[in-house]
């Protein structure tokens, strides 16, 4: 194992009156160097877990980790869980005694909320057709019309004049008849 000189050529002095005074030359060792365990696919809305460990693979104690900003302190076992709320995150870690870990940059997928209304990040056709309706691909899918995709949707139908024609001609069959009945009744008086 290599010990990193976090500081070298140190030196400490002291003197008092009528004492020799007395000098030493030290370097600083750090323990190891910090690194930030995250799981490999991080999604927005989840909560995960961010380990600290030294190069050796240990579990450092109370590490101070700066997420996207914000430090947070891990426990006993060098673990914080943490929710993920945005769209990516920026992790740094540290501990007296340690080199601090390297700032990395952990991407996010986008949390997919289906039935929305936005075709957003993550969604497609397939697996939201509700949101991401696509025009020109010969189907009518739900949420298209005529009037907002032609290229899929058929014209609709006119209301058909011949239903039209057959109503007209009750009505004035009915009117005929009720005419006709009501002249014989007065007829009949």
């Known amino acids: 194992m290599t010990i990193k000189t976090i500081q070298a050529g140190l030196e400490s002095s002291t ?9 030493i030359l030290f370097d600083v060792h750090a ?17 995960i877990t961010i380990t600290v460990r030294d190069e050796n693979k240990n579990a450092v104690p109370n590490a101070k980790v700066t997420i996207n900003g914000v430090e947070q302190t891990a426990d006993a076992n060098g673990k914080i ?19 601090s870990s ?7 997928e986008a949390k997919i909320v289906c ?13 939201c057709p509700r949101d991401c309706i696509v025009c020109g691909d010969n189907v009518c899918d739900i949420g298209e019309s005529y ?27 009915a009117a005929y008849y009720f005419l006709v009945m009501r002249k014989k009744k007065g007829g009949e008086e």
């Open 31 to 47: 323990i190891g160097k910090l690194n930030i365990e995250v799981p490999e696919k991080v999604k927005q809305g989840e909560t």
């Open 102 to 108: 390297e700032q990395i940059s952990v991407p996010v």
């Open 147 to 173: 009037e907002n995709c032609p290229s899929d949707c058929p014209k609709p139908e006119g209301f058909p004049l011949w239903i039209i024609g057959i109503l007209l001609v009750i009505v004035l069959i």
């Open 81 to 99: 869980e943490y929710k993920v709320t945005t769209s990516s995150l920026t992790l740094k870690a540290a501990s007296e005694g340690y080199v």
């Open 15 to 23: 003197s008092m009156e009528n004492y020799k005074s007395s000098s």
């Open 115 to 127: 039935g929305d209304g936005k075709c957003e990040a993550g969604e497609t056709k397939e697996n």
